[in-house]
Structure formats: structure tokens, C-alpha cells
């Protein structure tokens, strides 16, 4: 009986420790995780809309210099002159639109005139001109250093013999524009005309011009 009762014993030892490793096995260790959620930055975009600057948009101005023109048949004359001009600038779209590296300006303008000589006057002029040309310094500003040259259009009244004779011409120059204190510029202009021959007359002059500009 005793012997019995000690072989029970040991058998119920034996699966009391076979049981426990075996519990231990099954527990389960449970880690809490925080989850790190990270944010970035967009990558700056660009812009597409246009940037003016004194090399874009419409401008005026004014002007006066002095004239010599040789008539070929009417004498000389000379003599000051003094008006008006008004134009657009396109350097945004030759520069920023094109990428030419360039600027440009689509210009009218209007004088008076008081040259005159022994035989002929002049009277007035007008005209139409294309200016291309180059910015340079343009990152000192507010320097803005602009030669460009001249090709154009022109128009003038001259007075000989108390008859007035309107004369189309052929312009071509040279000028620079130095654009200082934000949006004024002051510029000077060199000009040759080509006149058309008419009445007996066949004129031509040089022109030196003096100008201010405002930019809008």
C-alpha cells in the first residue's frame, strides 16, 4: 500500500513539472508601440505669372536736343528741337517668355522744332521706332544700364518758301538709357535720317536728344 501510494506521488510530481514549462511556454509578452508619424515640406513651386521690370511695360517721356540738317538744295539749318514720347517695353517677353537675353521698345513720339536757316525751316516731326538692345548691370541697381539701337520711321514738316513740304524718312541711331531712382530713366539718342527727295529738296540731319522716361 505504501509502496502504491509513493508511486502515485512521484507520477504527480513528474506531470506537476512537466506542466510548468510547458504554461510558461504559452504566456504572452504584449509591447506597447507609439507609432511616429513624420511631415515634410513641399518643395517650393515656382511661379508662371509675369514679373515686371524697368525693362517691361509702357513708359513716357520727355525730350529735347538739337538738329542739322543739310537740305541738298535748300541750304543748311539748325537748331533745337523739343517733345514728347511714349512706349512699351518688351523685355519680358524677349527675355523671360523667348530667353533671348535681350530687350526691346515699340516708341512714338512728337517735336516742335525751331531749326532753321537761310532758306528752309522745319517745323515739326513725328515717328515710329523699334529699339532692341541689352540690359547691363542690371543686378546694381537702381543702375540699370540699357544701349539699344534705332531703326524707325519719321516724318517732318519743312517750310521753304512759305510753302510747307512734308518729308518721310528713314531713321536709324544708336542710345543708351540709364534708369535710376525706381522708375526714371534718362536716356540720349543718336539718330541719322535718310529724307525722300521732294519739291527740289532732298534732306537729311543728324539728331542728338536728351530724354527722361518714366516707367510704369
Known sequence: MKTKLALMAGIAAATIAFAVPASAQE????????????????????????????????????????????????GSLEGTEYGVFAGYELGYILDRQLNWGMHAAVEAHYLWSDSDGSIADKNNEWGVSFRPGFDVLTDAMPLNIKPYGIVGYRRAEFEAAGIDEDFDGFELGLGTELVAYGDMGVRLDYTHVFYEESAGLDPSEDNVRLGLAYHF
Not at 31 to 36: G, H, I, L
Not at 41 to 54: C, L
Not at 58 to 72: A, C, E, R
Open 27 to 74: 504566456t504572452t509578452t504584449t509591447y506597447n508601440r507609439t507609432e511616429t508619424t513624420r511631415t515634410y515640406d513641399a518643395a517650393p513651386t515656382r511661379s508662371n505669372d509675369p514679373v515686371m521690370t524697368t525693362s517691361s511695360g509702357p513708359y513716357v517721356g520727355v525730350m529735347g536736343g538739337y538738329n542739322w540738317t543739310d537740305s541738298d538744295g535748300a
